[in-house]
Each structure stands twice: as C-alpha cells, then as structure tokens.
C-alpha cells in the first residue's frame, strides 16, 4: 500500500473522527491537528516543489485541480475544528493553524478559478478584492482571507510575530514561498525562521542597492506591516538579524541596527505562483 493510499484509508478516517465532535475537549482536539497536518504535508508535498536555489516555490495548479476532492476533505477537516478548542491551544499551534488554513483556503480559490487565471487579483471586482470574499467556513463563521490573516492572526491580542508574513501565501510570485509542507506547532519558529532567510536570500524581491552608505531594495511586504515590524523593535533591526541572508557584512548590519540604511520598496508581481493550464 502506498503512502497516499494509506493516509486516505487511515489517516483521513482517524482525522474525521478526531474531529467530528462539536464539543471534543481541547486535547483531544489538538492531538487532531497531527492527523491534519499530516494530510496537508502529504497534499503539499505532491503539488508545490522548490526551486533550484531554494528561495521561491512552483504550484502546480494543474494538479491541485485534479486532487480537489482530497483538497475539499482537508478543507472539511479545518472546519471542524470548534472555537472553543482553538481558543485554549497554545499560541505556536495558533498561528501554525491559521496560516495553514490561510495557505490552503487560497489554494482552494485558485483551484476553483477558470484554469486561464494568471493573477489571484483577477478573481476580485471593483466592489471587493478576492481577499475580502466570505467564503470559507471556519472556526464557527463564514470568514475572508482577510478575516483570518488581519482578524484572527494579526488582530490577536497575543501576537507579536512579523515572521508570519514569510509564510502567509498569496498564491504570487512575490509572494514568500509556500512550503511544501504544513505549518506545524512543534516546529514553528524553525520554520519561520527558514522561511524568513529563504524570502531574504532572493535578489529578485530584496537586495543590496549600495553597500556604503548602505541602501536597500525590499519587498513591498516590509511597507504594507510596518507596524508589524515596528511592534517587534523596527524594520531596520529586524533586518540587521538577517544581514547574512541579504549578503550584508558587519559594517552594514551594523548600519541597520544604528537606523542608518535607506530603503526603497519594489513593486510587488502578482503573477500566480505556478503555470496555470492554458
């Protein structure tokens, strides 16, 4: 028996009855999200791949639209899961659950566009971004993209965490890679962390302009949270942590950390993150 067939005979029966009780109790709930994430890595780990220098990954839409039956059974599994129990999980599995729930449900949506969509911002309308479309059942209400990344992630009383934006995923090229594997509480700050240095190390979306005086050219992403990256000591320090990753030596870190660097933001490609079936 292969390993896709055996977490679709196994794996997929225990997720559902872990968590088809409206009222399970925290624990058991949790212990759940292994069989999640395990179905999630599975399905990622098929279908989105690394590039060659490791820093973006490639969606292969075309299978994501043929697997979208097991994509609609890991959907369901993500809605089970009942507020109350989420609520008293520790903040790691939070944060690694709503942005695997995130990461799928914008799959879902490219999954279900025409198969010639080039951009997700071609799945909105003048009256509403596909951002802020009510369409996914989750944690007790009918909720946006936006609902979980802003309301539910970012709004969280709890949340000091600007790394999340490294691994929130747009389904676009400037987007930071989507892993191709899920988000997982025992391992969330190594992941955040890997994601971080990846998105940093590409010189397509952040770079060294000039070394002296130090001037850089980062990604949009870095203007759209500042506060974000203000909350966690500010954008420039926050950088200096990764002067390795950005190809920036002592003097330029130290640069970053006195608040010295110029920065300049690029323009964001919003081109999906995959070839889409013609």
């Not at 920065?263 to 919003?270: K, P, S, T």
């Amino acid at each position: 028996m292969n390993r896709r067939t055996f977490l679709e005979r196994s794996g997929w029966m225990a997720l559902a009855a872990a968590t088809t009780p409206r009222f399970a109790t925290s624990a058991a709930a949790l212990s759940s999200t292994s069989a999640l994430d395990a179905g999630l890595t599975d399905y990622l780990s098929r279908h989105v791949k690394w590039t060659a220098d490791g820093t973006t990954s490639i969606v292969d839409y075309a299978a994501v639209r043929r697997d979208r039956d097991q994509l609609q059974r890991l959907l369901n599994a993500f809605s089970r899961i009942h507020p109350s129990d989420f609520s008293r999980w520790p903040l790691p599995a939070r944060q690694a659950f709503l942005v695997n729930a995130y990461n799928i449900w914008t799959l879902a949506l490219i999954a279900d566009a025409p198969e010639d969509t080039h951009s997700i911002k071609e799945l909105g309308n003048f009256l509403q971004s596909p951002w802020k479309k009510a369409f996914i059942p989750f944690l007790g209400e009918t909720r946006s993209l936006d609902d979980i990344e802003h309301e539910l992630l970012r709004g969280a009383p709890d949340f000091n965490e600007p790394r999340i934006h490294f691994a929130v995923n747009c389904a676009s090229i400037g987007c930071p890679a989507l892993r191709p594997e899920a988000y997982t509480a025992d391992r969330w700050n190594a992941q955040l962390d890997d994601q971080t240095r990846r998105f940093l190390r590409d010189r397509s979306r952040n770079r060294v302009f000039r070394a002296n005086p130090l001037h850089l050219e980062v990604s949009a992403i870095f203007v759209w949270y500042e506060e974000d990256f203000e909350r966690s000591g500010g954008l420039q320090t926050f950088l200096s942590r990764y002067a390795d990753a950005l190809g920036i030596d002592a003097e330029g870190a130290a640069a970053l950390r006195a608040g010295r660097a110029e920065i300049d933001y690029l323009d964001y490609d919003w081109r999906l993150n995959g070839t889409p079936t013609p």
